[in-house]
């Protein structure tokens, strides 16, 4: 019999720090659990919450919030070269990145330190320094709201994009993931293509890198660039890197030579939005409880007493000024709870 609970603070509930009340709480364990919650006459309106890293509440949350907190590491299958792992989407996402650490399997090294639970990574196509969930993604388990029935996503079913998905898209709301499956390789070949991860085994005279020096490398770059949510609320990164056709960025080539790119096709280029933004004058502005990071302009920070809203003011004064400098439209990565659009 699961707990609900009324006018529960939310504030340990999200990486931000936001104290706003859920009206009803609970926290589910099993896939039984959920599916009580979700029967309940309470969960006519319903959030469901992983990590709260990737959440701006705005406001008090009418309806039920429940908390996933379904958990579980397991080897599903195993080959001489290849190992599939399941991860409850309760988990922590380092957590389970350190478990194939451990063990010497590659895939999610990369992605080390992100903050969140598994089940949001498959739903935000998470990923750091060249890698993505959907690159050793296998499949994910889903308890589909309406009829309560678990139904199962391959790869292709996610439709994953940059920082998007299925789950986001088409599918936004009608679904909770379970859990999530992971192809890994035993003999790994690491990805140091980012010039941050090159530039630190190098410092630390590592030539021929394990999984391991990998994740200790983006671990230490992110510590060196990203504030600790426990120190000062944050939800990481939160504007997506804007995509702009290559007309486009060789005419801002002609004003700001030095933007910074990364090609996605012959007619597509990828620009850092912390550069826009930093360039556009934001980086370390303070502005009532909030503010962008002194370090990081890509990471909108709360330092405490204030209100979701704040963020999403700033946020939208940012999207505002770096229009006007450029003619690019940035958009969050953050979900807005409610959600007003």
């Given amino acids: 019999m699961i707990n609900i609970k009324e006018n529960i603070s939310l504030k340990g509930y999200n990486t931000f720090g936001f104290d706003a009340k859920a009206r009803y709480f609970c926290e589910v364990q099993n896939l039984e659990e959920l599916k009580e919650a979700i029967s309940s006459p309470l969960a006519q309106t319903l959030l469901i919450l992983g990590g709260g890293s990737n959440v701006l509440l705005l406001e008090d949350f009418p309806g039920l919030v429940i908390r996933m907190n379904i958990k579980g590491i397991k080897v599903v299958e195993e080959t ?12 922590i996402w380092h957590d389970l990145v350190l478990f194939t650490i451990e063990n010497g399997w590659g895939g999610l090294e990369n992605m080390s330190l992100i903050p969140g639970t598994v ?8 990923g750091a320094y060249g890698a993505e969930v959907k690159d050793t993604f296998i499949k994910l388990e889903a308890l589909r709201k309406q009829d309560l029935q678990v139904v199962t996503f391959d790869n292709a079913q996610c439709k994953f994009g940059y920082r998007e998905s299925f789950f986001k898209q088409e599918g936004k709301d009608q679904y909770v993931i379970l859990g999530v499956s ?58 997506k890197n804007p995509e702009i056709p290559i007309i486009q960025f060789e005419e801002l080539q002609k004003t700001y030579p030095n933007l910074p790119s990364y090609p996605i096709n012959p007619e597509t280029v990828k620009v850092p939005a912390g550069w826009l933004i930093e360039q556009a ?61």
């Fill in 182 to 239: 992971f192809k890994l390789k035993k003999n790994p070949s690491v990805n140091t293509s980012y010039g941050a991860i090159k530039d630190t085994l190098n410092e630390w005279g590592i030539s021929a890198p394990t999984v391991k020096d990998v994740s200790n490398a983006v671990i230490h770059i992110r510590r060196s660039k990203l504030p600790d949510p426990a120190q000062i609320g944050n939800s990481g990164s939160f504007f």
């Fill in 281 to 341: 004058g934001w980086k370390g502005k303070k502005t009532g409880h909030v503010g962008v990071h002194d370090k990081q302009a890509l990471v909108l920070v709360h330092f405490g007493g204030g209100k979701g809203k704040e963020i999403a003011n700033l946020a939208s004064e940012i999207q505002a000024s770096v229009y006007e400098k450029f003619g690019i439209k940035i958009n969050p990565e953050v979900n807005f709870i409610p959600n007003f659009t």
């Fill in 119 to 126: 089940g949001a990574a498959p739903m935000q196509n998470i």
């Fill in 80 to 91: 001489e070269d290849t190992v599939v792992v399941h991860a409850g989407a309760g988990e």
